[in-house]
C-alpha cells in the first residue's frame, strides 16, 4: 500500500498553526461588520458554465486550472476557483440584487491545479467580499479603505497598493485594437502564452511575467491614454477619495488583473516578503458580469484575500491566546473525577468564554503539575479530599511565583474575573 498522505498542494493545517487562522479570521470579520457586510455562504461545487461564462474561456484559470468533472448525469462540475461567480449567481438565484444594494461577505476553500509553491497550493483559501448595486467610486474607495483597516487590525505593515482603471467595455475593446497592432509587430518576441493571448486577450499580455518580454511590454501603448472620460472621471473621483483618506497608492497602467469580467477600477495590495507570491489582495469592479447572466444590468465591486499569504505576515506577537486554558483543573483525591467535572463546569457557566480543562486519568499531583504547566494555562486548580471536606478549591498561579491558595467557590470566581482578560 502506498503511503498515506494529502494530494500534492492540498495541506492539513494542524492544532499549532489554527490559533493564527483563527485569529485572523476573527479580525478580519471584525471589520467586515463595521461597514456593514453580512455573511452569505457558497457551494464549493457549481456548474462549470458558470466559471467559463464568468471568468472568461481564454483566462488561465479556465484553460489550465479548473478541477472539472462528469458528475452522474454526465453533467460538467467544477470546483469552484474563485468566489465572485458563485456570489452572483447566488444573488441572481435568489434575487437579492432586485431593487437592493448588498454588500456580501464569504471565506471558504478555492481549487486551482497550479504547480505547488509558497503562497500557492491547489486548495487555497480567501475572504472574498462583494458590493452590489453600488455604481459610485465611493464604494470602490470603501474596498480598499476596509482592506487597509485590516492589515491595521493584524499588524501587516509594508504593503504597497497599486491601481489602475480598465475603463469601460467600449474603450477596452478600441484599445485591444491598439494592442493588437502593436503585439503582432512584434511576434517574433512574444511566448506561446501570449500568442495564443494575442488572439483571444491581447491585454493579458500585459501581465505577463516573462522577463524576456518585459522590455516590449514596458513600450506598449497605455490603456489610461485611451479611457473613455466617464471612466477618468470615476477614476479620479477615487483617487481623490483616497487621497483625502491619507491612502498611499501608486498608478500602475500595466495592471489588468487575470479575470475578463473586470472592468474600471482595479487593484492589488503587494508584499515583498513572500517572493513570487506577493499580492496578498487583489479585487475592483465587475459592472458588466451580473448582465452576462442573464439578470438585470447591476453594479458591483469587490476583492479577494489570499488567507495562506496574509497568515505568513502576521507576526506571533499579534496574535492573541485564543486556544490556551485559563484553568487546569488538578485531581488529587480518590473518587473526585466527578466532583472536578461538575466544578468546570460551574466556571464555565459563572464566566463566560472561559477555557477549563480537567485532568482525566491516572497520574500523582507533580505529574499532573507539569501537564498543566505544558497546557499554557495561567492557573492549576486542585481538587482533593482537603479541599472538598471544607468547601474550598486550592490555586496555584503557573505564571507568578506567588503562593497557593486556599479559597471558597465565590473568592475564586472573583479573582479569576479580576486576572483573566476574557470578553
Not at 92 to 111: R, S, V
Not at 151 to 167: A, F, P, T
Not at 245 to 273: C, H, K, M, S
Request: aromatic share 8%; charged share 25%.
Amino acid at each position: 500500500m502506498e503511503k498515506l498522505q494529502a494530494i500534492r498542494g492540498m495541506h492539513d493545517v494542524l492544532m499549532e498553526d489554527t490559533p493564527r487562522w483563527q485569529f485572523v479570521e476573527t479580525r478580519i470579520i471584525e471589520i467586515l461588520k463595521q461597514y456593514g457586510y453580512q455573511e452569505i455562504r457558497l457551494p464549493i461545487v457549481e456548474y462549470t458554465e458558470l466559471f467559463t461564462r464568468s471568468i472568461g474561456d481564454h483566462t488561465d484559470i479556465v484553460s489550465k486550472e479548473m478541477y472539472c468533472f462528469d458528475d452522474r448525469n454526465n453533467t460538467s462540475l467544477t470546483l469552484r476557483p474563485e468566489g465572485t461567480a458563485g456570489c452572483v449567481r447566488a444573488g441572481i438565484e435568489h434575487g437579492l440584487f432586485h431593487n437592493h444594494t448588498q454588500k456580501l461577505w464569504y471565506a471558504g476553500p478555492m481549487f486551482r491545479h497550479e504547480r505547488p509553491q509558497k503562497g500557492r497550493q491547489r486548495q487555497f483559501h480567501q475572504f472574498g467580499v462583494e458590493a452590489f448595486g453600488f455604481p459610485g467610486p465611493d464604494i470602490d474607495a470603501e474596498m480598499i479603505l476596509m482592506a487597509a483597516r485590516i492589515w491595521d487590525s493584524l499588524g501587516i505593515k509594508d504593503l504597497r497598493l497599486e491601481i489602475n482603471s480598465l475603463g469601460t467595455a467600449e474603450s477596452r475593446q478600441q484599445y485591444r485594437q491598439i494592442l493588437v497592432d502593436y503585439f503582432s509587430a512584434h511576434r517574433s518576441t512574444l511566448d506561446e502564452d501570449s500568442l495564443v493571448r494575442l488572439e483571444n486577450n491581447p491585454l493579458r499580455i500585459l501581465d505577463s511575467k516573462n522577463p524576456a518580454m518585459q522590455s516590449v511590454i514596458a513600450d506598449a501603448p497605455l490603456l489610461n491614454e485611451h479611457l473613455d472620460e466617464e471612466s477618468m472621471q470615476h477614476f479620479n473621483d477615487l483617487c481623490a477619495i483616497l487621497d483625502a483618506a491619507g491612502i498611499e497608492y501608486d498608478i500602475n497602467p500595466r495592471l489588468v488583473r487575470g479575470l475578463d469580467y473586470y472592468g474600471r477600477t482595479v487593484f492589488e495590495w503587494i508584499t515583498g516578503q513572500l517572493g513570487a507570491q506577493g499580492t496578498v489582495c487583489a479585487g475592483g469592479r465587475y459592472d458588466g458580469l451580473v448582465e452576462s447572466h442573464g439578470a438585470r444590468p447591476t453594479p458591483a465591486v469587490g476583492f479577494a484575500i489570499g488567507m495562506e499569504r496574509i497568515i505568513e505576515l502576521v507576526n506571533d506577537d499579534v496574535i492573541q491566546d485564543v486556544q490556551n486554558p485559563h484553568v487546569y483543573i488538578i485531581v488529587t483525591g480518590d473518587n473526585l473525577t466527578k466532583a472536578a467535572i461538575l466544578f468546570s463546569e460551574k466556571l464555565r457557566k459563572s464566566i463566560n468564554k472561559m477555557r477549563v480543562i480537567t485532568h482525566f486519568g491516572s497520574g500523582g499531583i507533580k505529574s499532573q503539575f507539569k501537564k498543566a504547566d505544558k497546557s499554557g494555562a495561567r492557573y492549576a486548580l486542585i481538587i482533593g479530599d482537603e479541599e472538598i471536606a471544607n468547601g474550598m478549591v486550592s490555586i496555584k498561579d503557573l505564571r507568578v511565583d506567588e503562593a497557593q491558595l486556599m479559597l471558597n467557590e465565590n473568592e475564586l470566581i472573583d479573582l479569576l474575573r479580576q486576572n483573566l482578560e476574557i470578553d
